[in-house]
């Protein structure tokens, strides 16, 4: 038990200092965008949101086409259950490449949360044609069908799931049984 707090305390004082010599790095360079993106980085893996935000929000403002820092502020918004602003973000981080399939799912996963089952299935589907072996974008997707009523097309994703991800299948079979109680 001992040596698990004194494991926790060396993490911890390992992580504090990182934010400190990255903001020792900031404060040497202040217009260095990728010093201010690694601090947010620093920050977030800490759970400080709000500082990790801010030092996204400062990259930007370097550095407006720092495209890490764009997806790292919808992440932030989203892990702080602020799904309006995640969205807004995720959203300006698709216009940048608009069929990259990981910004896709990233706001299919956000408009789920928001309970638009309809636009985050479409999210999900350019997704998928954009990359057929994303087995988590197929699962949400069926996940959408199942909240809106579209059962035949979330159980051929179960079946196809069975193959490629046991996990997943397991996972949507629940929801699956969970729905038609």
């Not at 990728?34 to 400080?48: E, F």
């Not at 479409?122 to 990359?131: D, G, M, P, R, V």
Request: glycine residues 4%; positive net charge.
């Amino acid at each position: 038990m001992l040596l698990a707090g004194l494991t926790m305390l060396t993490s911890c004082n390992r992580t504090q200092d990182e934010i400190n010599s990255l903001q020792q790095q900031v404060w040497k360079s202040p217009k260095n965008a990728k010093a201010q993106l690694q601090l947010g980085n620093a920050y977030a893996r800490s759970k400080r949101y709000s500082e990790a935000s801010a030092a996204y929000k400062s990259a930007i403002a370097i550095n407006p086409g720092l495209d890490e820092a764009l997806h790292a502020l919808g992440a932030v918004a989203f892990n702080q259950k602020n799904y309006t602003e995640a969205q807004e973000y995720f959203q300006k981080h698709l216009e940048r490449s608009p069929k990259d399939s990981l910004r896709l799912y990233d706001l299919g996963n956000v408009s789920m949360q928001l309970g638009q089952f309809d636009k985050a299935a479409k999210l999900y589907s350019k997704a998928i044609e954009n990359s057929d072996a994303f087995t988590d974008a197929h699962y949400n997707l069926a996940v959408c069908y199942i909240h809106t009523g579209k059962r035949a097309e979330a159980q051929a994703i179960y079946e196809w799931l069975l193959v490629k991800n046991n996990y997943l299948a397991i996972s949507l079979q629940k929801h699956l049984n969970k729905k038609s109680r």
